[in-house]
C-alpha cells in the first residue's frame, strides 16, 4: 500500500512516536514521509536519518504566526498545496496524519483512506488559535477512516466533544532492543552529588516550583536536563543543562544519574499523555519518578508515583540518603516492556489497517 505520511514534528525531533511508527511502516509499506522543516539548530537530535523517499515540509515561523495571526490561515494553505503537489505526482493509497493541521491536506490529498493518528491532546496547549483548531479537528475526525489514539484518556476526551468513526487506543512504547538489556549499573556520585536525570522536551508543563523545592531541600542533588528547550531555564548553579541527545546516547546519559525523574505539573495537556520516557525508564532499570494520573499508573512499581510535592521530597531524601543498588533481573519489568514494545504496537496497526 502507498501511503503519504504526514508529521507535525520534524524528523530531526528527538525520537518519539511519529518516527518511529513511520520506520514500522515502512518495512510493510511504500511509504512517503513528509516532515516539518526543523528552523531552530539548537532543537535537532542526531540520529536516524529520515527515509530515503521524504521531503521536508515548510511553514511559516510560530513566532511569526503569533505575531501576526492572519498568517495561520496563509500557513494552512500552504502546507495543503505543498500536500498536494506530492499526492498528484504520488497517488497514495492512504494518508496518515498526526495533527489537525493537516485537516485541508487530507481533502487536498485524493487518497482513498485516511488515517489520523492522534498521540497529544492538540487542543490543551492553548496556542493562538484554538477554535480554528476545533473546527479542523472535528473535520477530520469525521473524514478520516481510523483513529488511533494514543491513551485511553486522550480517546475519552477527544471522544467527549467531537463524534468520530472507527478508533481504536494504540499506546505509546519502547524499542524492542531495550527489552533484553541488564539495568544499568548504579552511578556512582561524584564528589557526594545526588543526581536527578530528565530527559525529553523542556517545556510549559514542567514543574520548576517543584524541582526547585528540591534543590533547596537537598544541597547534595544535581538536576541533569536534556532536550529540546521550549521555556526559560531557571538560572542555578546546580541546573546542568546537556543539551539534544540522540536516542541512541540517552543510556549514557541515564547512567550518570541515581535517579530518572518526570516532574510535570499534571495539566489537562498531561493527564491524557501515555509518556514514552517512562517506558525507557522502565527499561533503564534506574530508580524513577513521575506524577501519578491515570495513564502513569500503567508503570507502577517500576516507577515510583506521587501525589504531591512533599510526597515527591520524601522519596528523592529516601533514595538520597540510601542509594539503591542496581535493579535486579525481574521477570514481571521484562514481561512488561515485551508486551509494550513498538513492534507489538506494529502488529496492531496492521491488524487495524487490514
Not at 503537489?85 to 497517488?91: M, Y
Not at 491532546?121 to 477512516?145: P, V
Not at 533547596?216 to 543543562?241: K, M, N, Q, S
Amino acid at each position: 500500500m502507498r501511503i503519504l505520511y504526514l508529521m507535525h514534528v520534524g524528523w530531526e525531533w528527538i525520537r518519539q512516536r511519529p518516527q518511529v511508527l513511520a520506520e514500522l511502516l515502512a518495512q510493510e509499506h511504500d511509504l512517503r514521509v513528509m516532515h516539518y522543516a526543523i528552523y531552530r539548530r539548537g532543537h535537532r537530535a542526531a540520529g536516524t536519518p529520515p527515509p530515503p523517499d521524504s521531503r521536508v515540509l515548510h511553514r511559516v515561523p510560530g513566532r511569526m504566526k503569533r505575531a501576526l495571526p492572519g498568517l495561520t490561515a496563509l500557513d494552512s494553505r500552504w502546507l495543503a498545496h505543498q500536500v498536494a503537489a506530492e499526492a498528484r505526482r504520488w497517488a497514495p493509497d492512504l494518508v496518515w496524519v498526526t495533527h489537525p493541521d493537516f485537516e485541508p491536506a487530507v481533502r487536498v490529498a485524493g487518497a482513498r483512506r485516511a488515517v489520523y493518528d492522534c498521540m497529544d491532546d492538540h487542543l490543551a496547549f492553548g496556542a493562538a488559535g484554538t477554535e480554528a483548531l476545533a473546527r479542523a479537528e472535528r473535520r477530520l475526525l469525521a473524514a478520516a477512516d481510523l483513529t488511533l489514539f494514543s491513551s485511553a484518556s486522550l480517546m475519552d476526551r477527544v471522544r467527549g466533544r467531537a463524534a468520530t468513526g472507527r478508533c481504536a487506543v494504540v499506546n505509546n512504547g519502547v524499542d524492542a532492543s531495550l527489552c533484553s538489556r541488564p539495568p544499568l549499573a548504579q552511578a556512582a556520585a561524584a564528589d557526594g552529588r545526588f543526581r536527578v536525570g530528565y530527559f525529553g522536551t523542556l517545556s510549559h508543563w514542567f514543574d520548576w516550583p517543584l524541582v526547585l523545592r528540591w534543590l533547596e531541600a537537598l544541597p547534595e542533588l544535581e538536576l541533569e536536563l536534556a532536550g529540546p528547550v521550549e521555556t526559560a531555564l531557571p538560572e542555578h548553579p546546580r541546573i546542568r543543562y546537556r543539551g539534544v541527545v540522540a536516542h541512541d546516547a540517552l543510556a549514557a546519559f541515564a547512567a550518570r544519574c541515581q535517579v530518572l525523574a518526570m516532574p510535570f505539573r499534571v495539566t489537562p495537556l498531561v493527564q491524557t499523555v501515555d509518556p514514552v520516557k517512562l517506558y525507557e525508564y522502565t527499561a533503564f532499570g534506574r530508580p524513577a519518578l513521575a506524577p501519578r494520573y491515570r495513564e502513569s499508573e500503567r508503570f507502577e512499581p517500576f516507577v515510583q508515583l506521587y501525589r504531591d510535592g512533599d510526597e515527591a521530597l520524601e522519596r528523592l531524601r529516601g533514595w538520597a540518603a540510601t542509594p539503591c543498588p542496581p535493579a535486579p533481573p525481574s521477570p514481571a519489568r521484562t514481561a512488561f516492556l515485551e508486551a509494550n514494545t513498538w513492534e507489538r504496537r506494529a502488529v496492531q496497526i496492521a491488524s487495524l489497517l487490514a
